[in-house]
């Protein structure tokens, strides 16, 4: 994640900037104060963790009919040039909120907290898995050296769908978690330190299953 | 008057369209009907030059000058270059970053080859639509690279054309598909043309067009399956060594085995016939099921990138609601059934797969000059961007598959004491290390010595709608900055392609100055009658004594433009942008703003 605390959005050229008045980027001042230009406000949308991403979708997509650049291509060159910086705010809004961990992630940056701190502690169950993953990865890739991987192939077939099965029920805790947080209205803390330990667990399992997956199926060069 | 055409620029075949006043692309065809041009250049002893059909008919009797799939070379250098390529072609060894081929006295890179073919184009559109044709969208390969294509819009500038806009190929395509697709769908475009597989995942849904996911093998296609037909059978002709290895030999089994390959997507049996040289015929049975064999491995190849475009676009492949084929190597039914395998679902091909690519280039030049401003198409970079840190680690700043336009901004420090400088390596690939992905930029930013770790660089990335990157780099405690457009380079240099504008006939005949002179023109009257607009449209942004100075530099440019000196035009025109900078910053502001108020932008979205 890019994103931290003591950065904010500047609206007019999409650029994170240290919290200041003008933006540092294009001295423009922002129209609305730093604080509310944050991604869910760019969509109108309040600081919720659970939201419906069809709906944010479209407001995804009404954003694109007004600022994209190639529908202002009649319009001066500076005001396109303004509007390619508001559609890159608007793609990375985006693809930070429709995403369930980059979301959680960002909305943590939101409250002052991210992921390193106070949370350097895998769980032990958690960092078992990730060691004997990896073994079977390098014992993979030793047998290929060799020949026949069918066998150990189909173990690590195996280990991935399982870890994508993982990955759904952590999806499925994450969204239940979302929705206590955004309802948690005295006991902020609790919910911020449980959403944490979801989103940790996610991103491990999410990492494991991504060097699985990478293992199956090599890219080709390019 | 002109108008801006869209040019599907093939490894095989190239073809122009346009977007027609009533909003439905077209391709250009000739006298004969026909739209294709094959992409093939041949020179004659003689000292002709001949595109197209001609051309092609001449590969079998002259194949070492006569070059075909330029395509596979654009971009790229010598080390590109196998066995086969080899056999057929003489290259120049002057320079392993380039690959050229050596004709007569004479050698020619990729870029110059294709800028033959699209000059071809140029002229028949010009022919067709009765108007010049300046500014061309032109597709390429979702899996190229940035020297690739750079490589590309170097071939379009040598044929005289401005490439507005580089295409996805499978973009278009359904750009191309979805006209008239008005209900939301996930759609999976497989495309296998003569040189390329390309893969995208897109979802349509009234008019917005926006790509998931891309993924591809720029170096595996149709002309793979005929290279390993013509093996096979020259393997089983019972020739000498040498004469199956000779250029001529090569290309006539080749080019029998591309006719074979044809005729058994829809026969079970065919014969690969064809008479050498020296009049021997050479006549073998083929089965179906023997080609399927023999290619079988190839066709497998283009299943693992399109389980990674799912993966990446987070969908499962029955999630999928339409898969469309696309490219002439899509005829094959062994590469119909394991699409269809993979996706549980049969394959459209109801456009034709050999325009579809063309017709969507078509569109997206329709949606750059206005002419349909109900679609949009969102479009993603195909390979990660980042830089070089500490131990020769690729650190992603940008991810494959990020919506363009994107900025993404990091900030690193100093891992040495006092260091007076850092180094900014580009980087672009998927692999982890450095030294396996692509170089595209470095450049080096003076820094204010301090103790490791607490130097802060701050590293922008910045992409553009033409996936143009720039990056730039500052020194947080000073402001000191420095940034670069970078301009991926392939071995051709700026100069060189300069030099080669100069070079060409085409260039000396007209003159230069005089059109660069009605450029300079036409810009700055857009850029006057833009600004007039928005003075009336928007004057209540306007802050005092702000339209007197708007004013003056548009007066100044009125004036400036009688002159004949271009270069004087141009600089009045980035004076008039330069002051009106502030004024059309607030007008996007304000337009934000007023978005940001709209509450209810999923149930109101405004169907222009």
Same mark, same amino acid.
């Given at each position: ?46 600081? &919720? ?86 073994? &079977? ?45 955004? !309802? ?39 | ?18 977007? !027609? ?49 330029? &395509? ?139 790509? &998931? ?113 696309? !490219? ?123 103790p490791a770790g607490f130097a802060r660089v701050e590293v922008v990335f910045m992409i553009d709608a033409n996936g143009i990157l720039n990056v730039t780099a500052r020194d947080v405690r000073t402001a000191k900055e420095r940034s670069v457009d970078v301009k991926p380079s392939y071995g051709l240099t700026d100069e060189q392609i300069e030099h080669m504008l100069e070079e060409s006939i085409d260039h000396a005949e007209e003159d230069v100055a005089a059109r660069l002179l009605a450029e300079a023109r036409t810009d700055a009257e857009t850029v006057l009658r833009q600004t007039e607009r928005a003075l009336r449209d928007s004057a209540m942004l306007l802050e005092s004594g702000e339209e007197e100075r708007v004013r003056a530099a548009m007066g100044v440019l009125r004036d400036g433009i009688v002159g004949s000196d271009y270069n004087a035009i141009r600089e009045l025109t980035d004076r008039l942008n330069e002051v009106s900078t502030p004024f059309a910053q607030r007008i996007m502001s304000a337009s934000l703003k007023r978005a940001l108020e709209h509450k209810h932008v999923s149930g109101g979205v405004s169907w222009v």
């Open positions: 994640m890019t994103i931290t605390t003591d950065t904010t959005l500047c609206l007019n050229c999409g650029k994170h900037t240290a919290r200041q008045l003008a933006c540092g980027g294009c001295g423009v001042v922002p129209s609305s104060p730093a604080r509310e230009a944050d991604y869910f406000s760019l969509f109108g949308l309040p600081r &919720k963790l659970a939201l419906d991403v069809d709906d944010l979708g479209a407001r995804y997509y009404a954003l694109s009919r007004r600022f994209h650049p190639d529908l202002l291509q009649d319009r001066p060159p500076a005001e396109r040039e303004a509007s390619v910086r508001a559609t890159a705010l608007v793609n990375n809004a985006y693809r930070t909120l429709k995403d369930p961990l980059r979301r959680g992630l960002y909305w943590l940056s939101l409250h002052g907290e991210s992921l390193g701190r106070h949370n350097e502690r895998v769980p032990p169950a958690l960092a078992a898995r990730v060691f004997e993953v990896q073994e &079977k990865i390098e014992e993979l890739r030793d047998v290929r050296k060799r020949g026949d991987a069918a066998c150990v192939e189909s173990e690590v077939h195996a280990i991935r769908d399982d870890l994508r099965g993982q990955m759904r029920d952590l999806g499925g805790r994450l969204v239940a978690n979302f929705r206590r947080s955004d !309802g948690a209205d005295g006991d902020g803390a609790a919910a911020i330190g449980e959403t944490k330990a979801v989103l940790s667990e996610l991103h491990y399992v999410r990492t494991l299953l991504r060097d699985v997956e990478k293992e199956l199926e090599p890219q080709w060069s390019v | 008057m002109e108008r801006i055409v869209g040019i599907d620029l093939g490894t095989t075949n190239s073809l122009v369209a346009y977007l !027609g006043d009533d909003g439905v692309p077209r391709v250009v065809a000739d006298a004969s009907g026909r739209a294709l041009v094959p992409s093939v250049v041949s020179f004659t002893a003689e000292g002709e030059v001949l595109v197209g059909d001609g051309a092609r008919a001449r590969a079998p009797v002259e194949p070492a000058t006569t070059i075909q799939s330029a &395509k596979r070379f654009m971009g790229l250098g010598l080390d590109h270059v196998n066995a086969a390529d080899r056999q057929r072609y003489v290259f120049d060894e002057g320079d392993p970053a380039v690959v050229r081929f050596r004709v007569g006295e004479r050698a020619y890179s990729a870029p110059e080859i294709s800028a033959l073919v699209l000059k071809e184009l140029k002229r028949r559109a010009q022919a067709a639509l009765g108007v010049e044709v300046r500014r061309a969208v032109i597709t390429v390969p979702a899996y190229f690279n940035d020297s690739q294509r750079q490589a590309t819009k170097d071939a379009g500038r040598l044929a005289g054309l401005e490439v507005l806009r580089l295409v996805n190929e499978p973009t278009a395509a359904a750009l191309a598909y979805g006209l008239d697709r008005r209900d939301a769908a996930a759609v999976a475009i497989y495309d296998l043309g003569g040189g390329t597989f390309d893969v995208s995942i897109l979802r349509l849904e009234r008019g917005i067009f926006e790509v &998931k996911a891309t993924n591809g093998d720029t170096r595996l296609g149709g002309d793979d399956i005929d290279e390993r037909l013509a093996a096979w059978v020259l393997e089983r002709a019972g020739l000498s060594s040498s004469v199956a290895a000779s250029r001529e030999v090569q290309a006539l089994a080749r080019r029998a085995a591309e006719d074979a390959k044809c005729r058994l997507s829809t026969a079970d049996r065919t014969e690969i016939a064809f008479t050498l040289p020296d009049g021997t015929r050479i006549v073998r049975r083929l089965e179906r099921a023997e080609l399927e064999t023999l290619i079988a491995p190839l066709v497998e190849r283009t299943l693992g990138p399109c389980r990674q475009a799912l993966r990446d676009a987070g969908l499962r492949p029955d999630e999928i609601d339409a898969v469309v084929l696309v !490219g002439g190597s899509t005829r094959i039914p062994l590469v119909r059934a394991r699409v269809r395998a993979l996706f549980g679902r049969e394959p459209l091909a109801d456009l034709d797969p050999d325009q579809v690519v063309a017709l969507g280039a078509g569109v997206q030049a329709g949606i750059l000059s206005g002419g349909r401003k109900d679609m949009l198409l969102l479009d993603v970079v195909p390979l990660s961007l980042g830089i070089e840190t500490m131990g020769g680690v690729m650190t992603r700043l940008i991810e494959r598959n990020t919506t363009i336009p994107t900025s993404v901004t990091e900030t690193f420090t100093t891992a040495v004491d006092n260091q007076t400088a850092v180094d900014v390596h580009v980087l672009q690939g998927e692999r982890e290390l450095a030294s396996d992905c692509r170089s595209l930029a470095r450049f080096s930013i003076p820094i204010e010595p301090a």
